[in-house]
């Protein structure tokens, strides 16, 4: 358990630090270079990216439970994650100085939101993937008791 733990965090480390510098690249490329309005925060963004995906990987594990049902291991597991990015948000100092509090609170339903999008697209596409691999092993399955039964009452 220890080593899957271990997995997790050094996980949400490359994934947290990948998101960073995916969302330096990105503001680069398509905002025109607008990098140089926030140099000084950098490093409290790292650090809450950082907390995203070390947060949302390590409340994964719930889903290795199986005494709970799984609606509600994804309840817990969404709960967990919003809490993350708050905490995050927090840390990187989401709320734009001089916006107020209001402002703060939009952009941070808005980055819960997508979230939730995105998280809820992997859902639908992992739930679709599991319902193909049920399908196929019932279809293998089905296969073997057509080969293994054996006649035995000949007229």
């Not at 990987?57 to 708050?86: K, M, N, Q, T, W």
Request: hydrophobic share 50%; with cysteine; aromatic share 10%.
């Amino acid at each position: 358990m220890q080593k899957v733990i271990l997995k997790k965090i050094i996980g949400g480390l490359l994934y947290g630090s990948t998101m960073f510098v995916g969302a330096l690249l990105f503001i680069d490329i398509c905002l025109s270079n607008s990098l140089s309005v926030l140099p000084h925060q950098y490093a409290r963004n790292a650090c809450g990216a950082i907390c995203v995906g070390v947060g949302i990987l390590l409340s994964s594990l719930i889903y290795d439970e199986d005494r709970l049902p799984f609606a509600a291991r994804i309840i817990f597991h969404a709960v967990i994650c919003i809490g993350v990015v708050a905490a995050a948000y927090v840390i990187s100092g989401g709320i734009p100085r001089g916006t107020g509090f209001g402002i703060g609170t939009i952009f941070f339903l808005v980055e819960i939101l997508f979230g939730l999008l995105i998280w809820l697209a992997n859902l639908i596409i992992f739930l679709h993937e599991a319902g193909a691999i049920k399908k196929r092993i019932n279809e293998l399955n089905q296969g073997d008791e057509i080969t293994d039964k054996t006649i035995i009452d000949e007229p």
